[in-house]
């Protein structure tokens, strides 16, 4: 390793230091805490499959705005999150809270090698780092993963573990309440921790490994799901 590389990767770890912004986090986490209490009976299934630390790299589905803050709800860290720079259709509410949280934002299309090497470092520091393989939000079932997840997967040799996250009414907390009375039902499913992913080359993993990695991230996420939203990634079927 190059002494270049090497000054650049001890730069990136003080810039993205694990764990960062650890009290505007634990207040975050507290509310989301509290609100999933109040406005959802939310079921969380296999918490003893969560190692004790990191590194760790947590990969989910993305049907709603709101499933994102799953990991937060389910897991005790201050997670680091990596999503997408631009949410046209996101509500203003779900805009403002990455930003609260400052996560890793990517623009869709471009290289990002900042935000994948912030990644890169935070998971080095044992860190635990969370991306939707899918990239964006939209109505069930499961699609085809961005490169994103399974090139972080490949290039880091982290651990990874999946976390299928579903809700009824839509994700209609209010209208759930005020319509039908009751609490909004949520259910996250997390599965055991797989991988490492191995490639002959973390440096420049191939585009059939990186598909085939993807492909095996997907499968792990829709085996947590409903068969109704596991699309092509139905592990009976693959």
């Known amino acids: 390793m190059s002494i270049r590389k090497n000054q650049t990767q001890a730069s990136l770890q ?5 764990p960062r912004r650890r009290f505007i986090r634990s207040v975050l986490k507290t509310g ?27 990969v989910g589905n993305h049907f709603h705005f709101l499933d994102t803050v799953a990991p937060i709800y389910s897991t005790p860290w201050p997670l680091e999150f990596i999503g997408d720079l631009v949410m046209p259709n996101a509500p203003r509410l779900t805009r403002l809270f990455p930003n609260a949280w400052q996560t890793l934002k990517i623009k869709q299309g471009s290289p990002n090698l900042e935000a994948l090497r912030a990644s890169e470092s935070i998971l080095a520091q044992k860190g635990v780092l969370v991306i939707y393989p899918e990239g964006h939000v939209h109505p069930g079932p499961l699609k085809p993963a961005l490169p994103g997840a399974a090139y972080m997967a490949l290039r880091t040799g982290a651990p ?4 299928g996250t579903v809700s ?6 209010v209208k759930t309440i ?3 009375k009751r609490r909004l039902r949520v259910c996250t499913q997390i599965g055991e921790v797989f ?3 191995m490639t002959d080359s973390p440096e420049r993993p191939t585009r059939e490994e990186i598909k085939a990695a993807g492909q095996l991230i997907m499968t792990k996420i829709a085996a947590l799901l409903p068969k109704d939203y596991r699309g092509e990634f139905d592990p009976e079927i693959a």
């Open 14 to 18: 003080q810039k993205y230091r694990w």
């Open 32 to 58: 989301i805490d509290v609100l999933g209490s109040v406005l959802t009976r939310w079921e969380v299934k296999g918490l003893e499959n969560l190692p004790t630390e990191g590194p760790l790299l947590i």
């Open 160 to 163: 990874i573990i999946a976390m």
């Open 168 to 173: 009824d009414n839509h994700w209609k907390l």
């Open 178 to 180: 005020t319509e039908k």
């Open 195 to 197: 991988g490492p992913i």
